[in-house]
């Protein structure tokens, strides 16, 4: 378990520095030709993108200097979580417990064979979720305030 969160805190450490070097590009007029870090623009039309899953995370754990330990909640929703992933808008939607929706900017998606890294932050929270476009598992990964909450379930196409 600390082996997977410590794997998971350097993938989103380097895709962070990563996305840092992205925005700080500049073409010779001297506009930023990477991405804008508030709202990052719709992919077009013509990229094929995965169509929109719907995750369930089911399990939690989150990790502090002292150890690691279950949770019953993923930050402040209660387990089961649940997130639509559209990668053509680019967002992560979920509802927190008191019904209010959210919605966080996917900054970057790398993918290897059937394996995409989605990453991003939000209110000084960065994370990062692996999933497979062929098998239903995922792990979603989040670093906040000194603690890392690893959190394991599944995501299935969006019905």
């Known amino acids: 378990m600390l082996k997977t969160a410590a ?3 350097c993938l989103l ?3 962070a520095a990563a996305q840092a070097q992205e925005t700080q590009a500049l073409d ?3 506009a930023s030709t990477g991405p804008s870090a508030a709202v990052p623009p719709p992919a077009p039309a ?3 993108l995965p169509a929109p899953v719907a995750c369930t995370f089911e ?3 989150v990790c502090t200097p002292a150890g690691c330990n279950p949770s019953p909640e993923l930050g402040t929703i209660d387990l089961p979580a649940h997130f639509l992933i559209h990668f053509g808008e680019q ?3 979920s509802v927190s417990d008191d019904k209010v929706p959210h919605i966080s900017s996917i900054q970057s998606v790398i993918g ?3 394996t995409l890294i989605l990453d991003g932050n939000d209110n000084m929270a960065a994370w990062a979720i692996q999933l497979s476009l062929d ?3 995922a792990t979603l990964t989040t670093l906040a305030g000194g603690k890392v909450l690893t959190s394991f379930g599944t995501c299935a196409p969006a019905k």
């Open 112 to 114: 290897d064979g059937d």
């Open 135 to 137: 098998k239903p598992e």
């Open 91 to 93: 967002i992560i939607a």
């Open 28 to 30: 010779s007029s001297g």
């Open 59 to 61: 399990k939690v754990f």
């Open 46 to 48: 013509g990229d094929a």
């Open 7 to 9: 794997t998971a805190l």
């Open 13 to 15: 450490l380097g895709l």
